[in-house]
């Protein structure tokens, strides 16, 4: 068999652990894992990866494109251009968007916008708000469906209607309408009630800025994530549903879901990289608005990091969320107006690896959670997010000793700022490669829209342990 591409001397990270090796790529699949030096007569290509590592490419199954919409913002090419610059091969959309994601049809509409745009590979979660669509839209494909328990009423984004749910017999309706899709049931927790009132009290002494914002989500000891994600297990337990709640940052909705997991609740979750490495107070003040506001407590990060080497947590996830400096900077005087989210697809593996390197982690899990769990969650596991024989090509050489330094400069994003400005890594991607072409090398991206393909697989997903 003719070999296109040898990714050769680097150290491989497959399933069954880390080894010399080359891998072998034909035909976008990984054809061999082979040891170093041996010979084949027919390679199309090769790329040295003498000291360096090589990692499953990255699947992040919570991006925020912006794209229809907000494209002022970021849109699904630059989204693709972000992600390949930062090891990541498969993303999956959300659906606040204008409009959002609440039907088959508008669902479609998305994906070829995807088809044409997306350098990478894509999947999109559509809004689960309509009962009627969740048949016809799991029949497109998709992996999962997403809700905001959130309802905002000072602003309209970035949680639009359309893709609110919080009343708690919605929910358990939706779930029971999910439930014979097999698909996952993303929802981000939140107690609205609760907010109004605790957030009411904040502003009303005077506190709306990025540090009352922060105080008012963290407020005691995180009442308003943990008394969302007590009902949402209770009822994905009642309904046998498979949900995946967004944005761990708490210790008791950690613990909840470890116990939840024990006694055997379809669920699993994910963090999101500003909890582990924007979420201190000292970063709210000196970044304000443009850090989310999320405030996670150093006790409570430890609880992160601990559910993330335990398996509680499942994946980790950017939540790519970019808006412009203008959206931005009202927030330093009236934080509630501000757009929330903050980008990340950019640096997220490299951050992940220098905490592997600080002993946060293993090499493995950081895989793990990068790549395999959300392959498997979100049932993509046949083709993407493992290094082993007949997957998809979609691998990402790392260099894992080099000092570089993030700059807004260099950030692919259209908002054109990042909130780790300043800070100095020394973990870096390499190469990016998507089926076996390469995507990003040397700092350019050079994969092109419409390279993507939509991530899809007729297994079932599995839920994690
Ligand atoms: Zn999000």
Known sequence: MA????????????????????????????AGIVEHGLEISDVGGTIDAADRLVLPGMVDPHVHTREPGFTHKEDITTTGQAAAAGGVTTIFGMPNLSPPTTSAQLLDEVLELYAAKSLVDYNHNPAATVPSEISAMADRGIRAFKVFMVVDTARTYPHPAGTGMHDHGD??????????????????????????????????????????????????EG??????????????????CHIHLMHMQTRRSIDAVRRAKARGVKVTCEVNHW??????????????????????????????????????????????????????????TEMWKAHTGT?????????????????????????????????????????????????DADLVVIDPERRWTITNDADLSRCGWTPYDGHEATTAVETT???????????????????????????????GN
């Open 223 to 240: 009442v308003i994530w943990d008394t969302a994600c007590d009902v949402l297990l209770r009822l994905a337990e009642a309904a046998d």
């Open 171 to 220: 929910l358990l309706r939706m779930m029971d309408t999910i439930r014979p899709t097999g698909l996952p049931f993303m929802i981000h927790p939140h107690d609205q009630a609760l907010m109004d009132y605790i957030e009411g009290e904040i502003i009303g002494a005077g506190e709306n800025t990025p540090q009352g914002y922060a105080k008012a989500y963290a407020a005691r």
């Open 343 to 391: 980008p990340g697809i950019q640096y997220q593996l490299p951050l992940l690896l220098d905490a592997v390197k600080a002993g946060k982690l293993s090499l493995e899990r950081a895989v793990e959670l990068t790549a395999k769990a959300p392959a498997e969650v979100f049932g993509l596991a046949a083709t993407k997010g493992s290094i082993a024989v007949g997957q």
């Open 3 to 30: 070999i296109d591409l040898r990714i050769a001397g680097g150290e491989v990270v497959t399933p069954d652990g880390r080894r010399p090796a080359d891998v072998l790529v034909h035909d976008g699949k990984i």
């Open 275 to 332: 909890a582990l490495f924007l979420g201190q107070w000292d970063q709210i003040e000196r970044l304000g608005p443009y850090v989310l506001s999320y405030w996670v407590p150093d006790d409570a990060r430890a609880a992160v990091w601990e559910g993330l080497n335990d398996g509680t947590i499942d994946m980790l996830s950017s939540d790519h969320g970019p808006h412009t400096r203008e959206e931005k900077e009202i927030g330093w």
């Open 433 to 463: 490669i998507l089926r076996g072409s390469v995507i990003y090398a040397a700092g350019e991206v050079v994969g092109r829209p419409g390279q993507g393909q939509m991530a899809t697989a007729a297994v079932p997903a599995v839920v």
